[in-house]
């Protein structure tokens, strides 16, 4: 049995089309529902923030299906290019006068009087460069400490590019995700708990030797115990969750996106939606996760069986990514992780983020519309 749907030379995955679609939808609704008060105040227009969201979910899918035209060869051609210029945008976003900073961080840079944060294309253009590295280098992966130190030296690269921004969400995100490919593609399991334990110490020095990040890291350790300062924002959306019980409160009859809850409409979307929605709507989003992941890694699968280990990789790498973010935001909104600035992707108001989303998906969907010309998905 298959779940593409046959259209003329083009196969698309119904399955994982119509998994994110229902995302976007539920993250629109609740985007509109988070947003209206404070776009009222800031805009005077309660549906301000949904038009934007609409409008950049639009030119997301344009280029998605651009990227779907163009055969993957071309990307594992031009990784390298690729590569630079992700790197391009990780430092041009430290660059005084070009870098803006938001809330005390320098992650946006200003295009044409849009900001863009540089960190969302600058990862995956850098995991596709990962990915050409591994699928051509999987014996030297497999059997020597230098075939891993040249990937491991631009993961580390690019992390402590992020980390002078800050974002730690997003150096841990590409960091465990390249982690993962490498280890798919070959690398040891000695030189993962090597390179992911020096990573891991590294991290918690970072934290024990920065007053800011070891403040967040109390904070959320017992975030009742400072909760109207260090710990307001995860108390508000701990009492988000609560509220929402079995079935919700109701669309549209939040109570902690009125001013309690910082961030409603972005990184705390989530909490918003168990208010509303309760436990039978979280049961449905995170639903709706897996079956994204569970998609990608089937396409990967296939692509590998099919020898063609570049389109694997990118597929593995986009459901690795997916599922590592979704649930690195929904554990700090649940209060189980601490604070790392990350959305909730395809549903989360942000439109650096769900552009590179969307994007990312009709690569994903070339690698599967390339897969049926020999192997079938069961």
């Known amino acids: 049995m298959t779940t593409a749907v046959r259209g003329p ?23 509109t529902s988070a947003s209206m008060a404070i776009a ?15 409008t950049f979910t639009g030119v997301g899918c344009v280029l998605a299906l651009a990227v779907f035209a163009v055969r993957t060869e071309l990307w594992d051609r031009i990784s390298l290019v690729l590569l630079i210029l992700g790197f391009a945008l990780l430092v041009a976003v430290l660059i005084p006068g070009l870098g803006h900073v938001v809330n005390g961080s320098r992650r946006w840079l200003q295009l044409a009087g849009l900001n863009l944060q540089a960190s969302e294309p600058a990862r995956a253009l ?46 841990c995100v590409l960091l465990a995700t390249g982690f993962a490919i490498l280890f798919i593609a070959g690398m040891q399991w000695r030189y993962v708990l090597l390179f992911g334990g020096s990573a891991a110490t590294l991290f918690a020095l970072l934290a024990l030797f920065s007053t800011y ?7 959320f350790l017992d975030p009742w115990a400072d909760p109207w300062d ?18 919700g409160v109701g669309l549209g009859a939040s109570v902690q996106k009125l001013f309690y809850l910082p961030e409603a409409h972005t ?13 039978v709507g979280v049961a449905a989003v995170l639903a709706l996760f897996v079956v994204l992941v569970w998609r990608a890694c089937l396409i990967s699968r296939v692509a590998a069986q099919a020898g063609r280990m570049f389109q694997s990789y990118l597929a593995a790498a986009f459901g690795i990514w997916l599922g590592l973010q ?3 935001n929904i ?27 969307l994007v990312w998906l009709g690569l994903i969907l070339r690698v599967h519309h390339e897969n049926r010309s020999g192997v079938a998905l069961r």
């Open 331 to 357: 554990g700090v909104n649940m209060g189980v992780l601490p604070t790392k600035g990350l959305t909730l992707p395809l549903m989360s108001y942000g439109r650096s983020s769900l552009l590179v989303t």
């Open 126 to 171: 850098i995991l596709t460069y990962l990915c050409s590295y591994a699928a051509r280098h999987r014996e030297a992966l497999s059997t020597s400490l230098a075939g891993v130190a040249k990937p491991l030296g631009l993961l580390a690269a690019a992390a402590a590019l992020l980390l002078a921004e800050p974002d730690f969400g997003a150096a």
């Open 326 to 328: 979704a649930f690195i």
């Open 40 to 54: 009222t105040r800031e805009h005077g227009e309660p549906f301000s923030y949904l038009l934007r969201q609409l």
């Open 230 to 247: 260090g710990g307001f924002q995860l108390t508000q959306s701990l009492i988000a969750i609560g509220r929402g019980e079995w079935f």
């Open 267 to 279: 990184d705390f979307v989530f909490a918003v939606m168990a208010e509303e929605l309760g436990l």
């Open 213 to 219: 990040r070891m403040r967040r890291l109390t904070a």
């Open 9 to 31: 030379r083009m196969m698309f995955d119904g399955v994982l089309i119509a998994g994110v679609a229902a995302l976007l939808l539920i993250g629109l609704t609740m985007v």
